[in-house]
């Protein structure tokens, strides 16, 4: 199975900040990888598809980058409505697997 | 607006079985694959299952295989998981996911369900 390292695994940051998050896959995975954004009780929700592609209606302050096993998730200048959980999904190999998740807290 | 909306969760003892269901509406369901994610109490997310949009391919993760179901049925809609033999260990949160294309592999999800509780207790 590919390992999904993610990290920080919590980081607290303030309004307007630049925050970065990265996935780290234990074997190459091409492009495969997405992000989401996740806020208790709620549906998680795809930010960004196949390490670069934002998915339609994000807020272009999301940006992703990265290929092989590197990948970060870039939050240009964090907003209130951005204090979340964010884990990333490598779908390139059964079993998809899915970082540990990124608690972001002011 | 996709909305797909889980049910059938509850308590169950080990040993016994749950069958959880997924509507899908707001989007052409049989065009897509779909997806079961849990998470357990405290940890983080685990694929479970996922089906292609004709249940052509179907791949379970190992920790469920052999007592666990997937199937869908076009026509309601609807995307289920059969449970058999729960553990304390398959409790927590599952999660519908849709797939962004008509066969999962080397794919993603683009909507996921809130979720239903299951509880895995004597």
């Known amino acids: 199975d590919i390992q999904m390292t993610q990290f920080p695994s919590s980081l607290s940051a303030s309004i307007g900040d630049r925050v970065t998050i990265t996935c780290r896959a234990s074997?190459?995975?091409?492009?495969?990888l997405h992000w989401y954004q996740h806020k208790p009780g709620r549906a998680p929700k795809i930010l960004i598809y196949?390490?670069?592609g934002l998915q339609s209606g994000v807020p272009s302050r999301f940006s992703g980058s990265g290929s092989a096993t590197d990948f970060t998730l870039t939050i240009s200048s964090l907003q209130p409505e951005d204090f979340a959980t964010y884990f990333c999904l490598q779908g390139s190999s059964i079993p998809f697997t899915f970082g540990g998740g990124t608690k972001v807290e002011i | 607006e996709v909305q797909l909306v889980e049910s059938g969760g509850g308590l169950v003892q080990p040993g016994r079985s749950l069958r959880l269901s997924c509507v899908g509406s707001?989007?052409?369901?049989?065009?897509?694959?779909m997806h079961w994610v849990r998470q357990a109490p405290g940890m983080g997310l685990e694929w479970v299952s996922g089906?292609?949009?004709?249940?052509?391919?179907?791949d379970y993760a190992d920790s469920v295989k052999g007592r666990f179901t997937i199937s869908r049925d076009n026509a309601k809609n609807s995307v289920y998981l059969e449970m058999n033999n729960l553990r304390p260990e398959d409790m927590g949160f599952y999660y519908c996911?849709?797939?962004?294309?008509?066969?999962?592999?080397?794919?993603?999800?683009?909507?996921w369900g809130r979720g239903t509780l299951v509880t895995v207790s004597s």
């Open positions: 074997q190459t995975i091409n492009s495969d």
């Open positions: 196949a390490a670069v």
């Open positions: 996911a849709k797939d962004a294309r008509a066969f999962y592999r080397g794919s993603w999800y683009d909507n």
């Open positions: 707001g989007f052409r369901f049989e065009d897509y694959a």
């Open positions: 089906i292609d949009w004709d249940s052509g391919n179907i």
